[in-house]
């Protein structure tokens, strides 16, 4: 053994191994603090928060933490979540290498986590540093959404087995669901230029998208309404299929998610975007992408693995037979 493999080996000896059912509880863990993340993100831009550390990474020139005021308070809490995040994308990655048996499409995944944090460090930065720039705003908010989904298929992946996935309905539903999941996904873009063209800027003198408030809000309306209208369509379909029920009941709760946000979201016009109104709308639309995730990683399942007997070769069998006879002659009276 080579010295560097040797160390290496030394080096994995003293690390843990991670059962199944740990890894899964650190699973659930990074998906509530990515889900956290989205909605402390969304407090920071509607308190007007978004420079209240005006560097990046620290708070300001010369601390790393904020004066003890509102808005550095704000976006240094969001920043502390942000911590946290990273500690558990990290904790997630070598619980993934350390778990017994490894399975590559966990390390994958949990790869992912990393990856996408990276990524939000790096956009983070340029967020502060181009003064809340309404495009890398949104395209932040974006990859959040992201990571959060790597985080809830990370999830799923654990709570099964590594076994090929067999789909529970017909290929014409699960079209279905991806139309679904497609639509949410064009939702919550445009929702991000809604957010963009509004009032909440995230902080003093930053800049908007360039688009009329109230045509945007409607066309997003308007994709909402397809949304409803599709998982009304996806439901009828389910059960005149007789799909599985756990399938069923993730359908209802896509569609009972969706009549929630549309009625946040018509309040929020109505109210002229008002701040508390538009954060509700925000964990509303969290809550909605996990839901429409979950309904569609629940159309297939992935059967328990099995263990195979221990293969007998034929010279053991002979071995074996060879013994019992040789025990037979020496035990016979002469």
């Not at 308070?73 to 946290?84: H, K, P, Q």
């Not at 990393?114 to 502060?128: E, H, K, R």
């Not at 929702?191 to 963009?196: C, E, H, K, R, S």
Request: proline share 4%; aromatic share 6%; with cysteine.
């Amino acid at each position: 053994m080579s010295p560097s493999a040797f160390r290496r080996r030394a080096r994995s000896a003293h690390l843990p191994q991670v059962s199944a059912l740990t890894f899964r509880r650190i699973a659930i863990v990074s998906v509530a603090c990515y889900a956290l993340l989205v909605v402390t993100g969304g407090a920071v831009r509607l308190t007007g928060s978004g420079l209240g550390c005006l560097d990046w990474p620290t708070c300001s020139h010369a601390s790393i933490t904020p004066s003890v005021s509102f808005h550095p308070l704000v976006e240094f809490s969001n920043r502390m979540v942000s911590v946290a995040v990273t500690i558990v994308s990290i904790v997630a990655f070598g619980a993934a290498l350390r778990r017994t048996p490894r399975r590559r499409d966990l390390v994958g995944l949990a790869s992912g986590l990393i990856v996408g944090l990276l990524a939000q460090i790096v956009l983070g930065g340029i967020v502060v540093l181009t003064k809340l720039n309404p495009y890398f705003v949104a395209l932040h908010f974006i990859l959040t959404l992201a990571v959060l989904a790597d985080a809830i298929v990370l999830l799923h992946r654990a709570t099964h087995d590594d076994t090929s996935a067999e789909p529970v309905v017909g290929t014409d539903l699960i079209w279905l669901a991806r139309i679904l999941l497609g639509t949410v996904t064009v939702l919550v873009c445009v929702g991000t230029i809604v957010t963009g063209a509004g009032p909440h800027a995230g902080g003093p003198g930053a800049k908007r998208v360039p688009i009329a408030f109230q045509e945007i809000a409607e066309f997003h309306s308007d994709i909402a309404l397809f949304l409803i209208g599709a998982t009304l369509a996806t439901l009828f379909a389910l059960h005149h299929a007789k799909a599985p029920a756990a399938v069923q009941r993730r359908a209802r709760t896509v569609l009972e998610v969706l009549a929630l946000q549309g009625a946040l979201g018509y309040t929020q016009y109505f109210l002229h975007d008002n701040a508390f109104v538009v954060e509700l709308h925000l964990a509303g639309a969290t809550s909605v992408w996990c839901a429409i995730l979950a309904f569609y990683l629940g159309l297939h399942r992935h059967p328990a693995a099995v263990v195979a007997a221990p293969a007998v070769t034929a010279a053991a069998d002979e071995a074996a037979i060879g013994a019992a006879a040789h025990s037979g002659v020496a035990s016979a009276p002469a």
